[in-house]
Every structure is written in structure tokens, then in C-alpha cells.
């Protein structure tokens, strides 16, 4: 390391549009907030393609990281007051940290970037904790064991069971601030609910963090933010388009670069084009950002390849792809729609795509557990029924180049459409 980290440096404050301010006092999250990986988060938006349906949301993976890192400073806090945990500096440093840099493995235009070149952020985030020069030596300044510890408690391994629940869970300190800053840069309001009184509720209790029962209602408002996020604002059928566009436009690249029919491409993404993920090495991994990818994209607009310069056009203009929601469809149904795109001189494998859009995953099913005086302790969908409510549901979209084709056309195939 060329810089020797200090024991105590002043507070450091930034003003931040959800916390108001963040405080560090800590010299070794300080050193990693100036590192090359975690100032590169400023260039990747927390929510891909979101910005193309909710103009606000242009906010950084680097404005929620730190909110992340200052929501569970906060709860620290508050565990600290008033339950005496965690009484042992290293616990602290190791919480912060892992919520400092829980995101810093994130490519550009994250989930559509994973999607397109098999990635995965969370083996990015263990890998730049555990081989990045900077990172690992600021790390390994607490002791030799640290980076590993980091890296432990955000992929979720049980040497620290009660710092992982803090981490990722149902009720974590990242989704804590992502709901909150995405509803004020998406301008919803429906993400929002009261992150103080929801501090003030949680507890640690053995190896989980619990609720108590004055806190059931504050934590109803939290699950139905989620759900309104994720089925408003997350799951937007536009916001789906255009990630599945984005990942056609790489697909189209990587395959006319392997064929050594790419005029440009740049040389930072040329390891992806090339190679497996375990092949690229991580300082390779950190060349890359959202800048990049988006001057790629001007060039591709005039490449000789007339399906990558229509896409890449598509993606920068936001001509999106139309939708419809559809019942499931055969293998059948989607032969022929195959056929009707192939006659009009459209190659299907670009300009069709069928898509499940399933919000089993992202809501709420079961992890809250809630505390009463007699330190009883209940999962919190057998006390509210409006949480008991909340059911998953999955639909079936179609998108397709809606200048081209017209919707009739699909329903000459597809019968009645629903929705
Ligand atoms: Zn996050």
C-alpha cells in the first residue's frame, strides 16, 4: 500500500438526499470509499434501464452503498444503546464493511450485463474483496483474516450469523435504503415508510434480528413498499424490455465478434466476448462501466451489421419493443410467431422474446419473526393479514418490434389476448 492508514481521522460528512448525512470516522472505510473499485460504482446506476420508464432514476450503485453502509451504522447504533451489542470493535468494522462494499462486484447495466455475458455479481464482490490490491491491503490493515471475514459475511456463510441476517434478509440494511432512495428517484411514493421507527423496532436476538410486536404496523408498511417497488417500479413491464434489448444488443456484439465480424469493439470488452467469467481477471472486471458500454453502443450504430446497428439505435433512441401479455405458450404458438418475424426478413433470436415475469421471488414469504414481552416469538404473517395478503403471481409477456409488426398480427396467432 503506498498510503499507511491512520488510526483516527476527522469525521468525514456527505450529504445524502435519504439519510441527510453520512458520517465515517473510521480511516479504513474512509480508504475504501476512495478506491478505484468503490469510486467506480459512481458510474454504474443502481437501477440499469429503470431510468428509461422513471426519468429520475439515474442514482449510482455508489450513492446506495454508502446509504447502506449508513443505515447499518445506524443500527449499530441503535443495537449498541440499547441491547450492548455488538460491544466488540472488530464486530463493528466488519458490519460496515460488508455493507460498504456488499454491491462493489456490480457490472455496468448490472442484471442485463449478468445476463447477457453469465456473470454474477456476488462472485465479482468476493473476488474484488479477496484480489484487489487496494481493497485487500486497506482490508488486511485490520488484520489478516478481515478481507476473508468481509467476504464471508456478504456471501452469506454462517461464521457471523447476525451480521449476514443484517446484511441480506428480509429485513437487511440494503434493501432498508434501496427502497427508500429508488421511491425518491423514481419519484413514487409508495416505496417509502419510516426507516427510524423501523430501526427503533428491530432487535438482535440470538443469532436473528427480530421486531417487536409495538413494531408490526411499521413493518407492514416496509413489506408493502417492497411490493409496490417491485411490482410497479422493479418489474415494470418497459424497464423488462429494455434490459431485454440491452442484452440482445450484447448478444449480437459477442456473436459477430466471435465470428470476426465486429469492426469496433471496445478493448475492455473483449474478455467478456473471449472468455468464461472465472476467466477474467479482476482488474479486468474493474476496467468496465456504464461510460464504456454507452460509447460502445454509439459505434455499433454504425456498423455494417444491420441487425447490431438497428438494436444499438433502438437501445440509445428508446425505441423499445412493444408487449402483450399472453396466456403461456407452446412450443407451437412460438414456432409460428417465429415464422411470421422470418417472413418479414426479422431474425426472431433479436427481434422475439417471450418472457415470464414472476414476482415469487422478490416479495415477501416468511423470515420476520416478531418478539412480545414474554420474549414469545411469531412469524409476522400469522399476526397480519395484511401481510398474509401479499401472493405472488406470475404473467407471460411477448415483446416484439411494435413499428414492424402490429399487434393484430399476433393475435391472428395468438388468439385473445389477455390484459
Ligand atoms: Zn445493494
Same mark, same amino acid.
Given at each position: 500500500?503506498?498510503?499507511?492508514?491512520?488510526?483516527?481521522?476527522?469525521?468525514?460528512?456527505?450529504?445524502?438526499?435519504?439519510?441527510?448525512?453520512?458520517?465515517?470516522?473510521?480511516?479504513?472505510?474512509?480508504?475504501?470509499?476512495?478506491?478505484?473499485?468503490?469510486?467506480?460504482? /459512481?458510474?454504474? /446506476?443502481?437501477?440499469?434501464?429503470?431510468?428509461?420508464?422513471?426519468?429520475?432514476?439515474?442514482?449510482?450503485?455508489?450513492?446506495?452503498?454508502?446509504?447502506?453502509?449508513?443505515?447499518?451504522?445506524?443500527?449499530?447504533?441503535?443495537?449498541?444503546?440499547?441491547?450492548?451489542?455488538?460491544?466488540?470493535?472488530?464486530?463493528?468494522?466488519?458490519?460496515?464493511?460488508?455493507?460498504?462494499?456488499?454491491?462493489?462486484?456490480?457490472?455496468?447495466?448490472?442484471?442485463?450485463?449478468?445476463?447477457?455475458?453469465?456473470? *454474477? *455479481?456476488?462472485?465479482?464482490?468476493?473476488?474484488?474483496?479477496?484480489?484487489?490490491?487496494?481493497?485487500?491491503?486497506?482490508?488486511?490493515?485490520?488484520?489478516?483474516?478481515?478481507?476473508?471475514?468481509?467476504?464471508?459475511?456478504?456471501?452469506?456463510?454462517?461464521?457471523? @450469523?447476525?451480521?449476514? /441476517?443484517?446484511?441480506?434478509?428480509?429485513?437487511?440494511?440494503?434493501?432498508?435504503?434501496?427502497?427508500?432512495?429508488?421511491?425518491?428517484?423514481?419519484?413514487?411514493?409508495?416505496?417509502?415508510?419510516?426507516?427510524?421507527?423501523?430501526?427503533?423496532?428491530?432487535?438482535?436476538?440470538?443469532?436473528?434480528?427480530?421486531?417487536?410486536?409495538?413494531? +408490526?404496523?411499521?413493518?407492514?408498511?416496509?413489506?408493502?413498499?417492497? !411490493?409496490?417497488? !417491485?411490482?410497479? +417500479?422493479?418489474?415494470?413491464?418497459?424497464?423488462?424490455?429494455?434490459?431485454?434489448?440491452?442484452?440482445?444488443?450484447?448478444?449480437?456484439?459477442?456473436?459477430?465478434?466471435?465470428?470476426?465480424?465486429?469492426?469496433?469493439? @471496445?478493448?475492455?470488452?473483449?474478455?467478456?466476448?473471449?472468455?468464461?467469467?472465472?476467466?477474467?481477471?479482476?482488474?479486468?472486471?474493474?476496467?468496465?462501466?456504464?461510460?464504456?458500454?454507452?460509447?460502445?453502443?454509439?459505434?455499433?450504430?454504425?456498423?455494417?451489421?444491420?441487425?447490431?446497428?438497428? $438494436?444499438?439505435?433502438?437501445?440509445?433512441?428508446? /425505441?423499445?419493443?412493444?408487449?402483450?401479455?399472453?396466456?403461456?405458450?407452446?412450443?407451437?404458438?412460438?414456432?409460428?410467431?417465429?415464422?411470421?418475424?422470418?417472413?418479414?426478413?426479422?431474425?426472431?433470436? !433479436?427481434?422475439?422474446?417471450?418472457?415470464?415475469?414472476?414476482?415469487?421471488?422478490?416479495?415477501?414469504?416468511?423470515?420476520?419473526?416478531?418478539?412480545?414481552?414474554?420474549?414469545? $416469538?411469531?412469524?409476522?404473517?400469522?399476526?397480519?393479514?395484511?401481510?398474509?395478503?401479499?401472493? @405472488?403471481?406470475?404473467?407471460?409477456?411477448? !415483446?416484439?418490434?411494435?413499428?414492424?409488426?402490429?399487434?393484430?398480427?399476433?393475435?391472428?396467432?395468438?388468439?385473445? $389476448?389477455?390484459?
Amino acid at each position: 500500500m503506498e498510503t499507511e492508514i491512520r488510526q483516527f481521522i476527522e469525521e468525514k460528512v456527505m450529504k445524502d438526499p435519504i439519510h441527510d448525512w453520512i458520517y465515517v470516522k473510521d480511516p479504513v472505510l474512509w480508504g475504501l470509499i476512495n478506491t478505484r473499485a468503490f469510486q467506480r460504482l /459512481r458510474r454504474i /446506476r443502481q437501477l440499469g434501464t429503470s431510468s428509461y420508464v422513471f426519468h429520475g432514476s439515474e442514482h449510482s450503485r455508489f450513492t446506495h452503498s454508502l446509504g447502506t453502509y449508513e443505515t447499518m451504522r445506524k443500527v449499530l447504533s441503535h443495537f449498541l444503546r440499547n441491547h450492548g451489542w455488538p460491544n466488540d470493535e472488530r464486530i463493528h468494522k466488519l458490519a460496515l464493511c460488508a455493507a460498504l462494499l456488499h454491491d462493489i462486484g456490480h457490472g455496468p447495466f448490472s442484471h442485463s450485463f449478468e445476463g447477457a455475458f453469465q456473470t *454474477h *455479481h456476488e462472485n465479482w464482490t468476493r473476488r474484488i474483496i479477496l484480489e484487489d490490491e487496494e481493497i485487500n491491503g486497506i482490508l488486511r490493515q485490520v488484520d489478516d483474516h478481515f478481507p476473508q471475514d468481509v467476504a464471508s459475511v456478504i456471501g452469506k456463510e454462517d461464521k457471523f @450469523p447476525l451480521l449476514v /441476517r443484517l446484511i441480506s434478509s428480509q429485513l437487511d440494511v440494503d434493501r432498508m435504503d434501496y427502497l427508500l432512495r429508488d421511491a425518491l428517484h423514481t419519484g413514487v411514493i409508495y416505496g417509502k415508510y419510516e426507516l427510524e421507527r423501523l430501526i427503533r423496532v428491530m432487535r438482535p436476538y440470538g443469532d436473528d434480528v427480530v421486531v417487536k410486536s409495538s413494531g +408490526v404496523h411499521t413493518v407492514e408498511q416496509y413489506v408493502l413498499a417492497r !411490493y409496490f417497488m !417491485y411490482t410497479q +417500479v422493479y418489474l415494470h413491464h418497459k424497464t423488462i424490455g429494455s434490459d431485454l434489448l440491452l442484452r440482445k444488443v450484447l448478444l449480437r456484439a459477442q456473436t459477430l465478434y466471435r465470428q470476426g465480424e465486429l469492426d469496433f469493439y @471496445p478493448v475492455e470488452l473483449v474478455p467478456f466476448f473471449d472468455r468464461s467469467e472465472a476467466e477474467v481477471q479482476v482488474g479486468e472486471y474493474l476496467r468496465l462501466d456504464e461510460s464504456i458500454m454507452i460509447y460502445a453502443f454509439h459505434q455499433w450504430r454504425n456498423e455494417e451489421d444491420r441487425i447490431l446497428a438497428d $438494436l444499438a439505435s433502438r437501445f440509445l433512441d428508446r /425505441r423499445l419493443y412493444g408487449s402483450v401479455v399472453s396466456d403461456p405458450l407452446s412450443n407451437e404458438t412460438l414456432e409460428s410467431l417465429r415464422q411470421l418475424l422470418l417472413a418479414r426478413g426479422l431474425d426472431p433470436e !433479436y427481434y422475439l422474446v417471450y418472457q415470464e415475469i414472476a414476482t415469487a421471488g422478490f416479495l415477501y414469504k416468511e423470515g420476520i419473526r416478531v418478539i412480545d414481552e414474554q420474549e414469545h $416469538l411469531r412469524e409476522i404473517h400469522e399476526i397480519s393479514n395484511l401481510i398474509r395478503s401479499i401472493v @405472488p403471481e406470475i404473467k407471460y409477456r411477448l !415483446y416484439y418490434p411494435k413499428d414492424i409488426l402490429q399487434e393484430k398480427e399476433l393475435v391472428s396467432i395468438l388468439g385473445n $389476448l389477455g390484459g
